[in-house]
């Protein structure tokens, strides 16, 4: 027998070595496992109770602070009530030392026979002192009886104009404001 009958040969094809490495890592990947629908429908749950847990958190310490916010806006109140009536005070104790020395000063010597025309009658804050009575000039307009409310309210009562000389002195100022007080 002949030496080279009974050799076979073949025709060999090497890839590209791009293409060769692809071909090695697809062999190397283990198979690909599928995920039961239980697994996705578990996972999501767990996430959609996380979310709530947060967001209720996030609720707890928003309302918290906004209580905080609400306690400090009616502590802000109080204070600048209470300011308001603090000014309010000082303003007539201020008016009331004025008007007690500007009396002093103005008031005749007990030894002098000069009459007294004087009025040194203190009135309280935004009235109006005329010849020994107080009178308070109201912005709004009211019925008679409101304006009789209003006044017994401040301890007062409504004017009653008794001469030409009051009616005149009053007219100017009544045109623009509703007299409703006289204490």
């Not at 060999?12 to 283990?30: G, I, N, Y």
């Not at 996380?50 to 905080?68: E, H, M, N, T, W």
Request: with cysteine; glycine share 2%.
């Amino acid at each position: 027998m002949d030496p080279e009958a009974e050799v076979t040969y073949a025709d060999l094809k090497f890839l590209p070595r791009s293409q060769q490495t692809d071909v090695k890592k697809a062999e190397s990947k283990p198979p690909a496992q599928k995920t039961s629908p239980w697994a996705w429908l578990a996972t999501v749950a767990i996430l959609c109770v996380l979310f709530l847990v947060v967001l209720i958190s996030l609720s707890i310490l928003y309302s918290r602070l906004l209580a905080g916010n609400m306690q400090l806006l009616e502590e802000s109140k109080q204070a600048k009530s209470k300011l308001q009536q603090a000014e309010g005070r000082y303003s007539q104790l201020l008016q009331l030392a004025l008007h007690t020395k500007i009396c002093a000063l103005e008031s005749p010597s007990s030894n002098t026979s000069e009459p007294r025309n004087i009025s040194c009658t203190f009135c309280p804050y935004q009235w109006i002192s005329n010849k020994g009575r107080c009178y308070y000039f109201s912005p709004s307009t009211l019925s008679w009886n409101d304006s009789r409310r209003s006044c017994q309210r401040e301890q007062a009562e409504l004017v009653v104009i008794s001469d030409r000389e009051e009616q005149l002195t009053f007219s100017a100022s009544s045109k623009a404001l509703r007299i409703i007080g006289l204490a």
